[in-house]
């Protein structure tokens, strides 16, 4: 069965810290993987995609690597900022082109 | 910049009642699409359309429709809204590339409450 499964559900941390979101994925073949940012009440924004190729990438603060053998993504955050709260959510494209496989995502809250 | 915008943020609807939740692009994209969000889940695909009048079921289509009558715009109806209808619903958009990599963008959601 495709699934993407995201860890932790949640997450606290102290501003100025780093941290890394996890997630696994089962979806074959695979194509690509993508995190999205969702900030409370708002719809998800996309932070980064990444290709079977790739296995390192970085949008300002916020890095993305891939294992395509272990079927394992990272986001990692580094010197977080309070606007970093938000959920973070990974997303697998699986068979068709309109079929996407959504993480549950884990829910970041940085704290001063 | 992309634009999604959806006609409500919040709405409270009684059991029963047929609801109407609107979703507008500025894009000229031809794929649209309409998905609950549900704590502890993932997005849910309830329909999509891939172009004017074209429609095509997600993996929860039950007690839902919708309409795409002009390429901008995607409605998405509630027949009789029932309880385990509360839900955050958001709509997006993507361009008909074709690629499997091609972004899709939200709309800020509709938080449905019904009683």
């Known amino acids: 069965k495709n699934q993407v499964e995201q860890s932790p559900q949640s997450l606290i941390i102290l501003e100025g810290k780093n941290c890394t979101l996890q997630c696994n994925y089962t979806v074959s073949p695979f194509s690509n993987l993508r995190w999205y940012k969702q900030d409370t009440g708002r719809g998800p924004v996309s932070l980064t995609i990444?290709?079977?190729?790739?296995n390192t990438k970085s949008n300002g603060r916020y890095t993305a690597t891939l294992d395509a053998d272990t079927k394992q993504s990272s986001l990692h955050i580094t010197a977080s900022q309070l606007s970093d709260s938000a959920s973070y959510i990974c997303?697998?494209?699986?068979?068709?082109?309109?079929?996407?496989?959504f993480g549950a995502g884990t829910r970041l809250a940085v704290h001063p | 910049d992309v634009k999604v915008t959806q006609s409500s943020r919040y709405l409270v609807k009684r059991t029963g009642e047929k609801v109407f939740l609107e979703c507008v692009q500025d894009?000229?994209?031809?794929?649209m699409f309409w998905y609950r969000q549900d704590p502890g889940l993932g997005l849910r695909l309830i329909y999509f359309?891939?172009?004017?009048?074209?429609?095509e079921k997600g993996d929860i289509p039950e007690g839902y429709s919708v309409s795409r009558e002009k390429k901008e715009r995607f409605s998405l109806i509630l027949e009789s809204a029932s309880t385990n209808q509360t839900s955050m619903y958001l709509c997006?958009?993507?361009?008909?590339?074709?690629?499997?990599?091609?972004?899709?963008?939200f709309g800020p959601g509709t938080r449905l409450l019904v009683l």
């Open positions: 359309s891939y172009d004017v009048k074209m429609k």
């Open positions: 997303v697998v494209p699986s068979g068709g082109y309109n079929k996407l496989i």
């Open positions: 990444m290709t079977f190729s790739e």
């Open positions: 894009m000229d994209h031809e794929n």
């Open positions: 997006a958009s993507r361009e008909a590339s074709g690629r499997a990599q091609e972004t899709q963008y």
